[in-house]
């Protein structure tokens, strides 16, 4: 969040423009904010769903 707030006066041309910076600023901003959230919930529910695969196809110990 620190990083997406940060590059925001660049993107929106706060204290100035810079007509090579902002489409950097913009894209690295936007990459941000919807990659974080799709990180922070795709990765750990296809882990768990690896998790639960693996162990469902595992045989079983017969002696336990």
Do not use: H, W
């Not at 690896?50 to 336990?64: A, G, H, M």
């Amino acid at each position: 969040m620190t990083t997406v707030a940060g590059v925001a006066p660049t993107v929106y041309g706060l204290g100035g423009t810079d007509p090579f910076m902002a489409p950097m600023a913009l894209s690295l901003g936007y990459g941000l904010v919807f990659a974080t959230p799709l990180i922070l919930i795709l990765v750990p529910c296809l882990y768990m769903a690896y998790v639960d695969l693996t162990s469902k196809f595992q045989p079983r110990d017969e002696n336990s």
